[in-house]
T-cell receptor
Framework: RKEVEQDPGPFNVPEGATVAFNCTYS??????FFWYRQDCRKEPKLLMSVYSSGNEDGRFTAQLNRASQYISLLIRDSKLSDSATYLCVVHNNAGNMLTFGGGTRLMVKP | ETGVTQTPRHLVMGMTNKKSLKCEQH?????MYWYKQSAKKPLELMFV???????ENNSVPSRFSPECPNSSHLFLHLHTLQPEDSALYLC????????????FGSGTQLSVL
């Protein structure tokens, strides 16, 4: 089983749609969680951290479910500019290791 | 504008060549990283430097040789690479090794012929 698993997609959605991605992780000792965004042929950039209580940043909402070991990213009112690959990242404090998922590709169509 | 600069952006090399990738960060960070991103695979951590000291070598073949002369600069020296080493090589930095928030450079797209 992969340490961090994501559906590679692509998710094809129309502008204005709401889309959600899940990411599962295998190490129950994982402490910190993040979503990064990577545009085609560009570097990953931190989108948002994921807190236990859930957090929201504009149209983006991230949630953590420790019992089921998954995190989610919800994007409301999708824009064309949201088209990118979204990387789930899990940090294991014990080993001080960041593990990246393979990413979920989102394509927002006009 | 990214605070982490990588050069070159693209590199094509033969299997007998020697080349170097360069990374410079302008963020005042103390930890720097090399990652490899192959097509359809997750980012793979290669090396970690914290306060100029190498703290991790993730079982990387010796044909990849990192160098960190100071906290702002990181190099990856390449020699006798294989075609399967073709990938996007990303440099990143963070405040220090305990800080999980990474800032990436734009990467070097490497093709080994």
């Amino acid at each position: 089983r992969k340490e961090v698993e994501q559906d590679p997609g692509p998710f094809n959605v129309p502008e204005g749609a709401t889309v959600a991605f899940n990411c599962t992780y295998s190490n129950s000792a994982s402490q910190s969680f993040f979503w990064y965004r990577q545009d085609c042929r560009k570097e990953p950039k931190l989108l948002m951290s994921v807190y236990s209580s859930g957090n929201e940043d504009g149209r983006f909402t991230a949630q953590l479910n420790r019992a089921s070991q998954y995190i989610s990213l919800l994007i409301r009112d999708s824009k064309l500019s949201d088209s990118a690959t979204y990387l789930c990242v899990v940090h294991n404090n014990a080993g001080n290791m960041l593990t990246f998922g393979g990413g979920t590709r989102l394509m927002v169509k006009p | 504008e990214t605070g982490v600069t990588q050069t070159p952006r693209h590199l094509v090399m033969g299997m007998t060549n020697k080349k170097s990738l360069k990374c410079e960060q302008h963020l005042g960070h103390n930890a720097m990283y090399w990652y490899k991103q192959s097509a359809k695979k997750p980012l793979e951590l290669m090396f970690v430097y914290n306060f100029k000291e190498q703290t991790e070598n993730n079982s990387v073949p010796s044909r990849f040789s990192p160098e960190c002369p100071n906290s702002s600069h990181l190099f990856l020296h390449l020699h006798t690479l294989q075609p399967e080493d073709s990938a996007l090589y990303l440099c990143a930095s963070s405040q220090d090794r305990r800080n999980e928030k990474l800032f990436f450079g734009s990467g070097t797209q490497l093709s080994v012929l």
